[in-house]
């Protein structure tokens, strides 16, 4: 509660001034003290519980040392920007002057570079028809080769599956089986051979009808380009066309560098003549491949004709082996079925004396007193028993023995049956195959090549024959 609620103020009234009494007067200001005293009182308890955050003499030091500091750091920046404005305005100035000049320089140099190789470039247009025409020519002989490695190709193919038919252990990899692969290997090599003759020609004289594509090209190029750098020549810091443009040095897409430029016109005059050259260089090489590809595939013809003729050998001398062997084993059979049956008759013979024996062992047991003894008898009877029992085991042993063998006998039977069914497959197969590779034999009897296949081209086109 506030002193002016306690006591009343002197006052000031519209009429004039009128005081209290001195003694109240007093009182009032006695009250006053008392509570800025409390107030007092109460704050300063308040601070020592609670004291405020004070800093030392050297912490007051070190921030005007810093901001004294900081002032001058602030101070020499501003002081060298200034004076790196300064020169850089003059540099830039003299700069500017200079790469003028400079551009104009080599606008007129580059001019020159362009008229140079535009007259040289005038001259190589004419001299690639020929050349063309007799690649074409090599190409199409080079593709009636291609053609013809077809035949032995379907020929080599079919005896392969003629030959996967055989069954069992004919089945096997013999060398005709290898020829045969061989065959293929060296039909699909020379393919490959006499397919990268005709893309190589293919290749030339798309190079050949490009360099005189890319010459006529350069050239309007050339006299485009030339057109350009005489405007841009003939353009002033004064020129009315001169303006501001977006994103002026950016590098336009398919940009190339003077040394570039300098290697694609030299390349583009020296191209043809190196084409050609290259081109006279494939023919002779073409000429020379399908020579070498006759003659490889007409080798490894007769190689696969004599391992042929050799494997069918061999499998008739094998298949009259087990005709015979089955003869035998047959015979064999027949001998051991009537050894077996002689052993049943004898172990069954055998039973009787046994019978005996036991009979009269069982009856002598019946012998009364004294008399029940053991005897030489006795022991005969005994031994003869046992020598019965032990005979009639072996019988049996060797009986089981001989109805083993005659089992294994007649499986080994079928089996070679199963065998020499399967062999005649094979030689009917071998036989076929034979009948088969009769038909390069007549190809290469009559003509070695077709007389004439017309060109095989593609939807560009380029002749083309793909048979890998």
């Given at each position: 509660m ?9 006052q000031?009234?519209?009429n004039g001034l009128?005081?209290v009494?001195?003694p ?8 006053a003290?008392?509570f800025l005293?409390h107030?007092?009182?109460t704050n300063?308890a308040?601070?020592?519980?609670k ?6 003499v050297?912490?007051w030091t070190t921030n005007n040392?810093?901001i ?7 101070r020499k920046?501003s ?10 305005r003059?540099?830039?100035a003299?700069?500017t ?5 400079e ?12 008229t140079r190789?535009?007259?040289?470039l005038?001259a ?5 028809d020929?050349?063309?025409?007799a690649?074409?020519l ?7 080769a291609?053609a013809a490695t077809?035949?032995?190709?379907e ?5 392969l599956?003629l030959?996967?038919g055989?069954?069992?252990?004919e089945?096997?990899s ?14 699909d090599?020379a393919q490959r ?11 030339h004289?798309?190079?050949?009808q ?5 010459l006529t090209i350069?050239?309007q190029?050339?006299i485009?380009?030339l057109?350009?750098d ?8 004064q020129?009315?066309?001169i303006s501001l443009?977006p994103?002026p040095t950016?590098?336009p897409p398919?940009t190339?560098t003077?040394?570039q430029?300098e290697h694609?016109s ?10 050609m050259?290259a081109?006279m260089?494939l ?5 020379i491949?399908?020579?070498?590809v006759q003659?490889?595939?007409?080798a490894?013809?007769m190689?696969m ?5 050799k ?6 001398q ?10 035998t084993t047959r015979d ?5 079925e009537?050894?077996?049956a002689g052993?049943?008759?004898?172990i069954?013979?055998k039973m009787?004396p046994?019978k005996?024996?036991?009979t009269r ?5 019946k012998?009364p007193?004294?008399?029940l003894c053991?005897d030489e008898v ?5 031994e ?7 005979t009639?085991l072996?019988?049996?042993?060797k ?11 007649k499986?080994h039977e079928a089996q ?6 399967r062999?005649q497959d094979a030689l009917s ?6 009948q088969t590779?009769q038909?390069l ?9 077709p007389s004439a296949?017309?060109?095989?081209t593609n939807?560009c086109?380029?002749?083309k024959?793909?048979?890998?």
């Amino acid at each position: 509660m506030s002193c002016r609620k306690l006591f009343r103020f002197p006052q000031l009234e519209s009429n004039g001034l009128q005081f209290v009494c001195f003694p109240k007067l007093l009182l009032f200001l006695l009250c006053a003290l008392l509570f800025l005293w409390h107030q007092i009182s109460t704050n300063m308890a308040t601070l020592s519980m609670k004291p405020g955050l004070r800093y030392s003499v050297s912490d007051w030091t070190t921030n005007n040392k810093q901001i004294s500091d900081t002032a001058e750091h602030r101070r020499k920046i501003s002081h060298e920007i200034r004076q790196d404005g300064r020169a850089l305005r003059n540099q830039t100035a003299n700069k500017t002057n200079w790469d003028e000049y400079e551009s104009s320089r080599r606008l007129s140099d580059r001019i020159n570079d362009i008229t140079r190789w535009k007259e040289n470039l005038k001259a190589c247009a004419q001299e690639v028809d020929v050349e063309m025409d007799a690649l074409t020519l090599s190409k199409e002989e080079t593709e009636r080769a291609l053609a013809a490695t077809v035949l032995p190709l379907e020929v080599t193919a079919e005896c392969l599956t003629l030959r996967e038919g055989r069954r069992g252990m004919e089945l096997v990899s013999d060398p005709v089986e290898a020829e045969l692969k061989k065959e293929v290997e060296v039909t699909d090599g020379a393919q490959r051979i006499l397919q990268q003759c005709i893309d190589q020609a293919f290749e030339h004289l798309c190079r050949l009808q490009e360099v005189r594509q890319q010459l006529t090209i350069d050239l309007q190029d050339k006299i485009e380009a030339l057109d350009v750098d005489m405007s841009c020549l003939s353009l002033t810091i004064q020129s009315p066309e001169i303006s501001l443009k977006p994103n002026p040095t950016r590098v336009p897409p398919g940009t190339t560098t003077p040394q570039q430029w300098e290697h694609f016109s030299r390349y583009n005059i020296t191209r043809a003549k190196e084409e050609m050259q290259a081109s006279m260089q494939l023919r002779e090489n073409s000429s020379i491949t399908r020579a070498q590809v006759q003659n490889e595939l007409e080798a490894q013809r007769m190689a696969m004709e004599f391992a042929l003729r050799k494997r069918t050998h061999h499998l008739e001398q094998a298949h009259q082996e087990l005709q015979w062997q089955l003869k035998t084993t047959r015979d064999e059979i027949a001998e051991l079925e009537k050894d077996i049956a002689g052993l049943e008759n004898d172990i069954q013979a055998k039973m009787a004396p046994l019978k005996l024996v036991h009979t009269r062992l069982e009856n002598r047991i019946k012998r009364p007193g004294m008399d029940l003894c053991r005897d030489e008898v006795q022991f005969g009877l005994v031994e003869e028993a046992k020598q019965l029992d032990a005979t009639i085991l072996t019988l049996k042993k060797k009986l089981a023995q001989a109805q083993h063998s005659l089992q294994s006998l007649k499986q080994h039977e079928a089996q070679m049956t199963e065998d020499l069914s399967r062999k005649q497959d094979a030689l009917s197969l071998e036989q076929r195959s034979s009948q088969t590779r009769q038909r390069l034999t007549l190809v290469a009897n009559t003509e070695r090549l077709p007389s004439a296949v017309v060109p095989l081209t593609n939807s560009c086109g380029r002749h083309k024959l793909d048979l890998a």
